[in-house]
């Protein structure tokens, strides 16, 4: 499963809620999407970065697997933290972003069962990313608009 890179078209594409019909697809989706996070490596992946536009999305984070399915933020923090972050549709390059250190998300498993996860600091971060993804936002979308600027110069200037 091969991850689109910045300016694939696809990562500017809305992914779709899911029903309950897709559970079968899903093990099969979820399975292809964390081995190649963990190929890649990275900590977090949306299904959007592998041209399906679902809303699905893993991280593993302290060697903890979470799928989620339908994730929405449902309680973000006034709190906020600037963090350099980065994202494998954007090899090499991190930018500083702005986010709440604290988010409530809801959504479901893989295999359809309702669940809440009450998250802070990277995994807070990672979810508010991948969520981002299925919205067809990228970190240069989050960045202040000079740094957007310069990442994006370095980002091509690395790729020449
Ligand atoms: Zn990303």
Do not use: W
């Not at 689109?4 to 992914?15: F, I, Q, S």
């Not at 498993?109 to 669940?115: F, L, N, Q, R, S």
């Amino acid at each position: 499963m091969r991850i689109l890179e910045y300016p694939d078209p696809g990562l500017k594409l809305e992914a779709r809620e899911l029903d309950k019909e897709s559970v079968r697809h899903l093990r099969t989706l979820v399975r292809r999407m964390t081995r190649a996070m963990r190929d890649a490596p990275g900590i977090g992946l949306a299904a959007t970065q592998v041209g399906v536009q679902e809303r699905v999305i893993v991280y593993e984070i302290d060697d903890e697997l979470t799928a989620l399915v339908n994730p929405r933020i449902v309680y973000a923090s006034d709190e906020c933290a600037v963090e350099e972050e980065g994202c494998l549709s954007f090899p090499g390059l991190v930018v500083p972003i702005e986010r709440p250190v604290r988010v409530v998300c809801d959504g479901a498993t893989a295999e359809g069962e309702p669940v809440r996860i009450e998250a802070d600091d990277l995994t807070a971060r990672v979810i508010q990313h991948e969520i981002d993804h299925l919205d067809g936002v990228l970190i240069i979308d989050r960045a202040e608009p000079d740094e957007r600027k310069a990442a994006l110069k370095r980002y091509r200037q690395e790729r020449l």
